[in-house]
């Protein structure tokens, strides 16, 4: 097992991936980097939607076009849900847990080596966690009560400044559409 260098430690968490953590990094993820996928899916919903009032289509074509365009409107997410189904699917019930160290010039991640605060691309929070996006496939989740010392807001202004990067507010959205009950 490698060495944790001590170096000076700002901030420290443990990560514990629960249901809620994998669909709150999906849902991060697909958020800040498909932008493109979500309003492709909402114009057309749109569209199709508007479509279905125009005196050109017949009745079955109208009840067509409006269940496909609301099905856009309303499953724009359906992509993320969809990815963190499978991880879920796959892991089965075991949690990983992941340890986090903050220190001044890096971030260590238990068993996994370190990143520097400039290769981090997109910082992002919700309600419960911050995500630290290294790349689109791979980030930090923090969870704002397991953090230490706990000081969520002064780890926010701390780890922006590290980074050179504003952390994205991703807001309460529409929890019903990223919940599945089991």
């Keep these: 097992m490698e ?17 809620d953590a994998v669909r709150g990094l999906f849902r991060a993820q697909f958020l800040l980097f498909e932008q493109l996928r979500i309003w492709s899916r909402v114009l057309v919903g749109a569209l199709l939607t508007g479509f279905a009032f125009s005196s050109v289509l017949g009745t079955p074509q109208r009840v067509l076009c409006i269940a496909a365009g609301v099905w856009l409107l309303i499953g724009w997410n359906t ?10 699917k796959q892991r089965g019930d075991s949690e990983g847990r ?4 903050f220190a001044d010039e890096e971030i260590q991640i238990e ?11 997109k910082l992002a929070q919700d309600e419960q966690r911050y995500y630290l996006f290294h790349n689109p496939q791979t ?5 704002m009560k ?3 010392p706990a000081d969520a807001a002064g780890f926010a202004s ?3 400044a590290r ?10 959205g529409l929890p019903f559409f990223w919940t599945r009950k089991k």
Aim: proline share 0%.
């Design 79 to 88: 992509v993320a849900k969809a990815r963190a189904d499978a991880v879920l």
């Design 3 to 19: 060495e944790m260098k001590a170096g000076n430690v700002r901030y420290e968490t443990e990560t514990v991936f629960t249901e």
């Design 158 to 160: 701390w780890i922006e």
């Design 146 to 148: 397991a953090l230490k």
């Design 98 to 101: 992941v340890i986090y160290r």
């Design 111 to 121: 068993d996994s080596g370190s990143w520097r605060y400039d290769e981090l691309m």
């Design 163 to 172: 980074s050179g990067k504003k952390i994205r507010k991703l807001g309460a």
């Design 139 to 143: 980030a930090i989740v923090v969870d």
